[in-house]
C-alpha cells in the first residue's frame, strides 16, 4: 500500500470519526425495543406479551413534541395509560422500562396498593396491567439535552380496586 493509499485511509477514517461525533447523540429506540423489554417483565408475572401500536406511538410522539423547551415531567391527560420517564442522553427504551418495573418492590401484591405511597408502584402496575394489550411509545431530546419517553397503553390500566395480574 503507497503512502498516498495510506494517507487516503486515514483521511477517510478521520472524516469518518468527525462524522459520528457531530451526529446526535439521541439513538431512537425502536419498536421492538419497547416491546422486548416491556414483555420481559409481563412474563416474570404471567401476563400476554404486549404488541405495538403505531396509533398510541403517534399519539406518544405527539406529545413527547411538545415537551421539547421544557422537558417537563407532566401526564398528557389523554386517552391511554401512560407511563413516562426522563433522563441523560443515554436514556433507553431498556432503561425508562427498567426504571418502572424497579418500582416492583413499592408492589405488594397481597394488599394490591403501594407501599409508603399511594402511587410510588404506578408505573409498574400499569407496566404489568393483564388487561393491557398494546403499546406505542416515543422520545425526544429537550432543549436541555434530557430525553423525554412516554410509552402509551391500551387499554389503560391502574383501575381502582382491580389487580394489575
Not at 67 to 94: D, R, V
Request: glycine share 6%; charged share 15%.
Amino acid at each position: 500500500m503507497g503512502f498516498a493509499n495510506i494517507l487516503s485511509t486515514f483521511c477517510l477514517l478521520g472524516l469518518t470519526l468527525t462524522l459520528a461525533s457531530t451526529a446526535p447523540i439521541l439513538a431512537k429506540s425502536y419498536p421492538k425495543n419497547y416491546v422486548d423489554a416491556h414483555n420481559a417483565i409481563r412474563a416474570e408475572v404471567g401476563v400476554d406479551p404486549l404488541h405495538w401500536n403505531s396509533t398510541l406511538a403517534a399519539y406518544a410522539q405527539n406529545y413527547a413534541n411538545t415537551k421539547i423547551a421544557t422537558c417537563q415531567m407532566e401526564h398528557s391527560g389523554g386517552p391511554y395509560g401512560e407511563n413516562l420517564a426522563e433522563g441523560y442522553e443515554e436514556m433507553t427504551a431498556e432503561m425508562a422500562v427498567s426504571l418502572w418495573a424497579d418500582e416492583k418492590k413499592h408492589y405488594d401484591y397481597n394488599s394490591n396498593t403501594c407501599t409508603n405511597d399511594a402511587s410510588n408502584c404506578l408505573h409498574y402496575t400499569q407496566l404489568v396491567w393483564r388487561n393491557t394489550k398494546s403499546v406505542g411509545c416515543a422520545e425526544v431530546k429537550c432543549q436541555n439535552n434530557w430525553v423525554f419517553l412516554i410509552c402509551s397503553y391500551y387499554p389503560p390500566g391502574n383501575y381502582i380496586g382491580q389487580r394489575p395480574y
